[in-house]
C-alpha cells in the first residue's frame, strides 16, 4: 500500500486520468473528491463489497421458473 500526506485542495493523481482531491479534513473524517472517467466506476469500499456478494449470490442461484409457462400459456 502506497501512504501519501496531503493537504486540503492537494490532489493524488492515479494514471494519467484519475485524481483525487483532499476537500475537507473534520475530525476523524476526510472528504475526498474523485474525478474520474465515466467508464471508471467509483463506490466506497462497503458498497463495492455489497455489489459483489449480491452478484456472487447471483450468479450461483438457480430461477424458479415453475410459475412462468402459466403465465404464459395464459396470454
Not at 12 to 22: A, K, L, R
Not at 48 to 74: C, H, M, R, T, Y
Request: no cysteine.
Amino acid at each position: 500500500m502506497l501512504i501519501l500526506s496531503r493537504k486540503i485542495n492537494e490532489k493524488i493523481m492515479i494514471g494519467d486520468d484519475i485524481s483525487v482531491t483532499i476537500i475537507e479534513i473534520r475530525g476523524d473524517q476526510v472528504k475526498i473528491g474523485v474525478e474520474a472517467p465515466k467508464s471508471v466506476k467509483v463506490f466506497r469500499h462497503e458498497v463495492f463489497e455489497a455489489i459483489k456478494s449480491e452478484n456472487q449470490a447471483a450468479a450461483v442461484s438457480q430461477p424458479d421458473l415453475s410459475g412462468l409457462s402459466g403465465i404464459l400459456l395464459d396470454q
